[in-house]
């Protein structure tokens, strides 16, 4: 129930969040829809004359191979003389050019005053008139007349009524000074003249039968009364072959060079005509007019001219990036922002790119200022929207019921913005969140019980440190069911057992320990974190080991302990029946003593495995020798010579007592299992950091599967049947030896006799 009632709360929320970004989406394309259509209607021409400059120059334009540039350069002026040359020269040009039978002559130089020679206007006339396809420009006036208004010049009649056509050869300079554009017709309001280029292309395509309709579009404009229409663009070329004026002149140039050639005849040197900034001007300099209009010319002939949008159009275009980028951004993660506006502005160019190869002109620079408004206004709505929802969710985090006890601190005044104190209470936030996290995490880790988590499929999520400790290696991402069979546990082979079932299952592991398995689901309240399994490993190795010691003392008292007593009562009674006391009061002694040795053995016993006892500098030769003194009758007794060679100057922290029972132990099973006769030999030696107590014994030695073995309780082996005893020996030895921090090894073999080695750190001070 609490967890589905998260999940509702979660998609109330989650429902709540988005519908609050659909209203921030709609607020935001409200705003920038309008304001990219308004910035596409020329507000931004020279971030898109920037642009277009830097396309323009990779636009593969063709080159039509019928057009001949005729250019009077350096060369010509030199030969000829200063300019401006006599008609006549331009009358015996046209005679030479109009033998070669070109298709199409373009004239570019201006005849619009008469010479003081009429002659020369005269003789220029006549061989206009027999070329019969010369075209001239005519020029327009830059400042109207006294009286007048502002108008053309055409050139001299003479001149101009032999002239097959008359065009105008202006263009179109941007306010950076850069030409990019033409317009096709242009001229006083109601008598509009078409451009020049254009008229020479009219001329071919009627020539060749096929229809001219002229591109671009029909808009007029009008500005101080002179009207122009259909505006395009000019695709540069400005590869086309070239001769020099004097070379036709002086017949230099082959006819079939010039034949059915569109030649165009105009300056180029500096300093004569006009020249022009264009796009391609950083590759190939400033650009004269006759070479203007050969790519106005070629574009018209490639039909190559690039004509711009309509502001409907254009308006259109640069909305739809805009709104595409919205669209992405509602529907994917803001982190991907900034990438989907560079994939949307790289498309944007690409769209330019390729209408600019199809012959038209549409300015991007609105669609990707939009783009650019776009990602900044939504990053900021967006997260204006989660900072409110950001505080809401922070007061109820605040208004929680606190799990640990917190420092009281003194209230704070927070100045600064209302973001500077999200940041605060965030900061609050975290901190106490990272405080419980690190609690949490800090008890788990160092729990007194071995502890899981893990998944419902049973793949280990966090494991504390004893239950690490117990595998030696890392668990997460392994399985629970590999880690207990690795500790022991034999899992059932079939598949329908699962952890949960387990509960309460005691088992032993590999090295002796006892674990019960305790196992617990988690199911959180808010439905964002999936159940876990919680798994314990209760080490119960003490309690089980205090259990067979009980079990194994209670058999002591009920059979061991009680032997002796009743054996003396026996023999007590026995004695009053009979007359011969004396060996019956020995037996009693005997029985006894036994008795007293036992329970003695099983006081040390307590006293080594208790941690009451108290360490203190000793000399290690002083204790040896007590013992010795204690096993001196037992050794007379079987006729067994007690070797000594000790280190009277070793000390170490011990309790005397104890170290004591320990030596005594090893010297009375050395005599105890030896011959009688035999020698049984004691040293105390200095082994680096160590002194060493050797206990070696010419005796029946011990078989060496039972040396691992010798230092467990109530251990018997075949070597010590003939003995009575329990097996307290040994084992109250390897306890004083560990408590003091030492340890003792046994080499031994079998019909040789056994060496027993006790270690103990040597005294700091000494």
Not at 237 to 245: D, G, I, L, Q, W
Not at 266 to 281: E, K, M, N, V, W
């Amino acid at each position: 129930m609490l967890r589905r009632q998260g999940d509702n709360r979660n998609f109330s929320m989650s429902l709540y969040l988005f519908r609050r970004f659909v209203r921030e989406w709609v607020l935001v394309t409200l705003i920038l829809l309008p304001l990219t259509a308004l910035l596409s209607l020329g507000r931004l021409v020279s971030l898109d004359n920037m642009i277009y400059d830097r396309l323009l120059p990779h636009l593969p334009v063709a080159v039509e191979p019928s057009i001949l540039l005729v250019e009077i350069d350096e060369r010509s002026v030199e030969a000829l003389g200063r300019w401006p040359w006599p008609r006549e020269i331009h009358a015996r040009l046209l005679e030479r050019l109009s033998e070669a039978r070109p298709a199409a002559i373009l004239l570019d130089v201006l005849f619009t005053e008469p010479n003081p020679d009429p002659e020369q206007d005269r003789r220029l006339g006549e061989a206009l008139c027999k070329a019969g396809n010369v075209s001239l420009p005519l020029l327009r006036q830059s400042v109207a007349r006294p009286g007048e208004a502002l108008g053309v010049v055409l050139p001299v009649p003479v001149i101009a009524s032999c002239a097959q056509q008359i065009g105008h050869i202006n263009v179109a300079v941007d306010f950076d000074g850069v030409m990019r554009h033409v317009y096709l017709r242009e001229g006083l309001r109601g008598e509009p003249r078409l451009q020049l280029a254009w008229l020479l292309y009219q001329q071919l395509m009627m020539a060749a039968g096929e229809p001219a309709q002229l591109p671009g579009r029909p808009d007029k404009r009008t500005d101080e009364g002179w009207q122009r229409d259909h505006l395009i663009r000019i695709p540069f070329a400005s590869r086309f072959p070239r001769v020099s004026y004097v070379s036709v002149l002086r017949g230099e140039v082959p006819d079939e060079l010039l034949r059915d050639r569109v030649l165009l005849v105009g300056a180029t040197a500096l300093g004569l005509g006009d020249r022009y900034a264009t796009p391609i001007s950083p590759y190939s300099g400033l650009m004269p007019g006759v070479v203007v209009q050969a790519d106005i010319l070629n574009g018209l002939l490639a039909q190559q001219s690039i004509v711009p949008l309509s502001s409907g159009v254009a308006a259109l275009l640069a909305m739809v990036p805009v709104v595409l980028l919205l669209l992405s951004l509602l529907l994917t993660r803001l982190r991907f922002a900034v990438e989907l506006a560079l994939v949307m502005a790289a498309a944007t160019l690409l769209l330019c790119w390729m209408l600019l190869q199809w012959g038209w002109w549409w300015p991007p620079a609105a669609s990707l200022l939009g783009l650019l408004l776009a990602t900044l206004l939504w990053n900021w709505r967006r997260l204006s929207a989660v900072l409110a929802y950001f505080g809401w969710e922070l007061t109820r985090l605040e208004a929680e019921p606190k799990v640990l006890p917190e420092h009281s601190l003194p209230p704070r005044k927070v100045l600064g913005d209302r973001l500077q104190r999200r940041l605060m209470t965030l900061e609050r936030a975290v901190g106490r969140v990272k405080d419980t996290r690190r609690f949490i995490s800090d008890g788990l880790e160092h729990l007194p019980v071995a502890t899981l988590v893990c998944t419902m499929d049973e793949h280990i999520l966090m494991a504390n440190l004893l239950a690490r400790q117990l595998a030696g290696r890392e668990l997460v991402g392994s399985d629970v069911s590999t880690y207990l069979r690795s500790l022991g546990y034999r899992v059932a082979e079939t598949k329908t057992v699962r952890i949960e079932e387990l509960n309460g299952v005691e088992f032993r592991t590999t090295n002796g320990r006892s674990l019960r398995l305790d196992v617990s689901s988690i199911q959180p309240g808010a439905g964002v974190i999936q159940p876990c399994l919680l798994i314990g490993l209760t080490d119960l190795t003490a309690e089980r080991e205090a259990e067979a010691q009980r079990s194994n003392m209670l058999r002591f008292l009920s059979h061991d302990l009680r032997a002796p007593h009743i054996a003396i009562q026996s023999l007590l009674e026995s004695a009053e029946r009979e007359r011969g006391r004396q060996e019956t009061y020995e037996q009693i002694s005997f029985q006894t003593n036994r008795a007293l040795r036992l329970i003695d053995d099983f006081t040390q016993l307590s006293r080594a495995e208790s941690p009451a006892f108290r360490l203190e500098p000793v000399l290690f030769a002083s204790v040896a020798l007590d013992a010795c003194d204690q096993v001196w009758a037992l050794a007379r007794a079987k006729d067994i010579p007690l070797d000594k060679d000790l280190d009277e100057d070793l000390m170490v922290m011990a309790d005397a007592a104890l170290l004591c029972r320990a030596v005594f132990n090893l010297l009375e099973n050395a005599i105890k299992y030896s011959p009688p006769g035999k020698r049984v030999k004691i040293s105390l030696a200095r082994e680096r950091e160590w002194a060493v107590c050797s206990v070696t014994d010419q005796g029946e030695g011990i078989d060496s599967e039972d040396i691992p073995n010798l230092f467990d309780l109530y251990r018997r082996f075949s070597t010590s049947r003939t003995s009575d005893g329990l097996g307290l020996g040994l084992p109250m030895v390897g306890m004083v030896a560990g408590c003091h921090g030492g340890y003792v090894e046994c080499f031994s073999e079998l019909g040789k006799g056994s060496q027993f080695r006790l270690c103990l750190p040597l005294c700091a001070d000494a």
